[in-house]
C-alpha cells in the first residue's frame, strides 16, 4: 500500500522506476516478541487495545488536537467527508494510555463497518513530532463506533497519531484514508536529533540494507535485504500478510507515507530480498519504520532516509 502526495489508493498500479543506486542507510532497532518492540518510544503492536463504551464527540475548531491543514500526507483530520473525531487532547507520560476516537463519516454519524486490510480493520499510528518516538497499534472499535488505542509509555511532547482505514460501505467504500490529529503528552520534552543518513548496522545480529534511488514525488523500487552472520535470511514469517512493514514520515510535519513489499508471500521463508514502491512525495529527511518477523519474535528498525 502506498500514499502519495494525494494519499492514493494501495492497490493502484504503480510503474516501477529502474533500479537506483545502492543506499546503505543507518538503522537504529530492537527486537521484540508478543507482537510489539521493546524499543523506547517505538512500539508496534497488534494485541487489541480495550475496547471502550464511551463515545467520543467531535472537538471544536481551534481546540488543541484539531488540523485542519493541506490535504494529502494524513496531515488533516478530514477527507471526503470523513473526519477523525476525539476528546482526548491530552495523554499521560510514562504510563500506557488509551486514546478514544471515533471516524464519522458525510453524514456526521460514527463510522462502524470498515474494509480488512493486512487482516486488520483499522492501523493506528503515533509519531513523536522530532521523529524519535513511534508506536503501530490494531485498535478496537465498540458497537457505537468508539475505537481505543491502547499506547505503550510516552515520552512528553506533542506527538501526531494517524487513522488509517478503509470504510466498507457508504461514499467513500473501498477508498483508502488516513486522518490524523495531535496530541500533548505533558511534561519536559526534550527534542532529540534526528539520526542521520549513515552506513548499515547490526539490528538483533541481522545486517539490513536497503538499495535505490527514491526522488520526491517520483515512484522508485526500494529492496531490502536481510543478512545474518554474513549468510543470507530466508526466515523471514508472515506479518500482517506481507513479510515487512514500512511506513514512513517526513521530518519537520510528519507527513505520512505507507509502503509495503511486492514481494509474494509464500508461507515461513521469506528473504533474504524485499521489494517495494517507494513513492515519497518530498524532498528532506523521511524515518522508516521497518517491521519484520522471525521466528516469532517481531524487529522493529528505524531508518533515516535522505531523498531528494
Known amino acids: 500500500m502506498i500514499f502519495s502526495a494525494r494519499l492514493a489508493a494501495p492497490r493502484r498500479a504503480i510503474a516501477a522506476a529502474g533500479a537506483g543506486v545502492t543506499l546503505v542507510l543507518s538503522l537504529a532497532a530492537c527486537g521484540s516478541s508478543d507482537d510489539s518492540s521493546s524499543m523506547p518510544g517505538m512500539d508496534h503492536g497488534s494485541k487489541p487495545s480495550t475496547a471502550s463504551s464511551s463515545s467520543a464527540s467531535p472537538s471544536t475548531d481551534g481546540m488543541p488536537g484539531m488540523d485542519h491543514k493541506a490535504s494529502g500526507n494524513g496531515l488533516s483530520d478530514s477527507q471526503d467527508g470523513y473526519r477523525l473525531t476525539s476528546k482526548d487532547t491530552t495523554l499521560s ?113 541481522y545486517t539490513v540494507t536497503v538499495e535505490g534511488e527514491p526522488m520526491p514525488g517520483m515512484a522508485h523500487p526500494l529492496t531490502v535485504s536481510i543478512t545474518k552472520d554474513g ?22 510535519d510528519a507527513a505520512f507515507a505507507h509502503l509495503h513489499p511486492t514481494t509474494e508471500v509464500s508461507g515461513g521463508n521469506g528473504g533474504p530480498d524485499l521489494s517495494f514502491h517507494a513513492e515519497l512525495p518530498d524532498s528532506g529527511n523521511w524515518r522508516l519504520f521497518l517491521q519484520f518477523q522471525t521466528g516469532g519474535k517481531l524487529h522493529t528498525a528505524a531508518v533515516t532516509l535522505r531523498v531528494g
Not at 458525510?106 to 470498515?114: L, N
Not at 472499535?141 to 457508504?170: C, E, H, K, Q, Y
Not at 549468510?231 to 519537520?252: I, K, M
Open 231 to 252: 549468510r543470507p535470511v530466508t526466515d523471514l514469517e508472515p506479518y500482517l500478510d506481507t513479510y515487512a512493514h514500512l511506513t514512513a514520515f517526513h521530518e519537520g
Open 93 to 205: 507520560s510514562g504510563r500506557q494510555a488509551g486514546y478514544r476516537f471515533t471516524v464519522t463519516g458525510p453524514a456526521g454519524k460514527p463510522v462502524t463497518d470498515f474494509a480488512v486490510d493486512q487482516t486488520k480493520r483499522m492501523h493506528f499510528y503515533a509519531i513523536r513530532s522530532d521523529l524519535t518516538g513511534f508506536q503501530h497499534v490494531h485498535p478496537v472499535m465498540a458497537a457505537d463506533g468508539t475505537w481505543t488505542a491502547d499506547l505503550s509509555a510516552l515520552t512528553p511532547g506533542s506527538w501526531r497519531v494517524f487513522a488509517s482505514f478503509t470504510p466498507n460501505a457508504g461514499p467513500g467504500k473501498g477508498e483508502d484514508l488516513v486522518l490524523s490529529r495531535t496530541v500533548t503528552v505533558p511534561g519536559s520534552a526534550e527534542r532529540i536529533p534526528l539520526p542521520a543518513p549513515a552506513a548499515s548496522t547490526r539490528v538483533d545480529g
